[in-house]
Structure formats: structure tokens, C-alpha cells
């Protein structure tokens, strides 16, 4: 999925390596536009949010795509970015390397290895302890007792999420059925194919959808507009990263929304401080940077049962451990055949 994070300090001959950072300007590259209510969008609207907070000049590059961003790299670098956040899993390499060569300090998704004291910091952010919730959710609204997770690819994000969702599932319910699909190996924009996938899981019985896959996730919508259940009943939509209630037609049930502006904000007061590139940053449902949303398709009583969830998360009560790797996150469900 996408991720990387480039923060680049450049001044006269750039940045020394340990030496606080004099920051002015704030740039992130994104894969597409960010009108996608989710990843994008989350990204490029945190950024902004930050650099308006800390008045610095904000330098967004968005609908990259998937390939090589190292000449966008640079042209931001000799432009005088002081922090670069290449947002995108896939820029995970070509942000760390550029952003050492051009000694611009640089954040990274997915890739903790990379991480290089006042150089290079690592994101690998996931709304796991939200996606537990949104399983117990699932669990709680489905009448055919099948959900199903589809996703557009299995970034560790995407993994760690699913897996805590099947947690969720499992804890509330041991005995609903959950079906795992994947439309692509990096089919984040696929629209059409995370419709088709979705029609597939819903044709196996499946009437909530817990959907990943940012452009792709807006075909997964709209399978479930057009779609009912094996009962005729409404099939249920769960999103990811964002909320996307302004073009909700009726099925969207929730979403695990992620607020990026304290990780920026992290990142940016780390620069300043010399600390950058030391630690990893994260959200949690502790300081409301994963929320779960609350649809009004939600009946009140499950809302109050889903708080109550929430505190015991909060205080430590239930534990959730993240799972990361896609054959363990694949081992907790039932494949469907994206082809039928």
C-alpha cells in the first residue's frame, strides 16, 4: 500500500546529519488525488493542517502513481523542502535513498530497517485497535453470519488491520464465517476490480464488507449499493482511513478513520528537537487519532456496547496484537474466488 515519508532540510549545502532542523517548507508526494476519502486524501489534508500550524510553506505533489518518484524527490529537494513525506508504500526506497543523498531528513511507511538517526524515520502506522472494534461491529450487525474483508493489496497496514478485524469477528461471535479477498498486488486504484471482488464475496453470502483499497475502495462502495445480501437484506460497508459519509447512499455502516496531523506534528517537532528518525510513530484509539465512525446506520444500543469495547482496549483490558504477515493474516479466513 502506499507509504514513505521524505522530509527534507536543505539550505545551503542541506542538512548536517545531528544538527537541528531550521524548517520552512512541508512536502508530501501522494500516489493519486487526494479526493479518495482515504489514504490520500488523510495524507495531503494532515499535511497541509500541519504545515498551516507551524506556518511553513506547504509543496504537495499528488497523482504520482506507483513507479519510480526519485526525479520528484530531487526537484523538491533543490526546491528547498525542509521535510518531505513520500506517502506511499511503494516510495519506501527511492524517498530513503534520495532523501540521504540530497541530506533532506526523510519518513518512510513500511520499511522500519530504513529508519537513520536525523535522516530517515519510519511510519509504519495501522489502525488495528479500529478494526478490532469494527469486527465486533461486524459481528454484531451481520444476519447471514458471513463478512468478509476484501483488499486492494497487502501492505503490512492493510494486513495488521485485517487480522485485528477477524479478531474482533471471532471475539464477538466464534461462529461467523469470514471471507478474505485481495484484487490485486497493488490494486489500490483499481475501482472496477474492487467492485468485482466485492460482488464476488457478497455472492459467497457475505453481507458486511470490511473494504481496503483506497481509489479501489469506492468500487467496494458501490457493490454494496447495488448489490443485496443472500437474505435481500442491505450489505453493509466498513471503510478505512477516511470517511466518505458525504457520498454514502445508504450502506456505508462505518469506517476505522485514521487523523494523521499528531504524527505529523511528531515528526515535525522531532526535526526540531534532533530527535528525528529515532522511534517510530503510530496512532491509537488512546489520543483519538483512530476513531471509529459513528453512522447513523449504527442503532444506538451497539454504539454504547462498542464504547464500552473501546474503554477496556484503552485501559489494557483487551489486548490486541498486531499481525503483519499476509500468510498468518490469510490463515484467519476463507479465500473467495475473485473470479466468479
Not at 135 to 152: E, H, P
Request: proline share 4%; hydrophobic share 45%.
Amino acid at each position: 500500500m502506499l507509504s514513505a515519508m521524505l522530509f527534507g532540510i536543505i539550505g545551503l549545502g542541506g542538512l548536517t546529519p545531528g544538527a537541528a532542523a531550521d524548517i520552512k517548507k512541508l512536502a508530501i508526494l501522494i500516489p493519486e488525488e487526494p479526493t479518495d476519502y482515504g489514504w490520500n486524501q488523510q495524507g495531503f489534508d494532515a499535511a497541509k493542517a500541519v504545515a498551516a500550524k507551524y506556518n511553513l510553506q506547504f509543496m504537495p505533489a499528488s497523482g504520482l502513481g506507483y513507479g519510480d518518484v526519485r526525479p520528484t524527490l530531487r526537484e523538491l529537494a533543490n526546491d528547498g523542502a525542509s521535510l518531505m513525506i513520500a506517502h506511499a508504500s511503494g516510495y519506501n526506497t527511492s524517498a530513503a535513498e534520495i532523501g540521504v543523498e540530497a541530506k533532506v531528513p526523510v519518513a518512510v511507511v513500511d520499511k522500519p530497517s530504513a529508519s537513520k538517526p536525523g535522516m530517515v524515520a519510519d511510519y509504519t502506522i495501522s489502525g488495528y485497535e479500529g478494526a478490532y472494534l469494527a469486527g465486533r461491529l461486524a459481528a454484531k450487525m451481520t444476519k447471514t453470519g458471513t463478512v468478509a474483508i476484501v483488499v486492494s493489496a497487502e501492505p503490512l497496514p492493510f494486513n495488521s488491520q485485517s487480522a485485528a478485524f477477524a479478531q474482533g469477528v471471532k471475539a464477538e461471535k466464534a461462529d461467523t464465517k469470514i471471507l478474505y479477498a485481495v484484487v490485486g498486488p497493488a490494486a489500490y486504484a483499481d475501482a472496477a476490480g474492487g467492485r468485482r471482488v466485492t460482488e464476488a464475496a457478497i455472492g459467497a453470502g457475505a453481507d458486511i464488507i470490511f473494504g481496503q483499497g483506497d481509489g479501489s475502495s469506492f468500487g467496494m462502495l458501490q457493490a454494496t449499493e447495488t448489490t443485496k445480501s443472500a437474505k435481500g437484506d442491505t450489505v453493509w460497508f466498513i471503510d478505512v482511513i477516511g470517511d466518505k459519509s458525504k457520498i454514502d447512499k445508504g450502506t456505508l455502516l462505518s469506517s476505522v478513520v485514521w487523523n494523521l496531523v499528531p504524527v505529523y506534528s511528531a515528526m515535525v517537532e522531532d526535526l526540531k528537537a534532533d530527535r528525528f528518525g529515532t522511534h517510530p510513530y503510530k496512532i491509537s484509539l488512546a489520543d483519538d487519532s483512530i476513531a471509529l465512525l459513528h453512522s447513523k446506520h449504527i442503532p444506538d444500543a451497539v454504539w454504547s456496547q462498542l464504547s464500552e469495547i473501546r474503554k477496556d482496549i484503552v485501559d489494557g483490558k483487551i489486548k490486541i496484537e498486531p499481525i503483519y504477515d499476509a500468510q498468518k493474516v490469510r490463515s484467519l479466513m476463507t479465500s473467495v474466488d475473485a473470479k466468479q
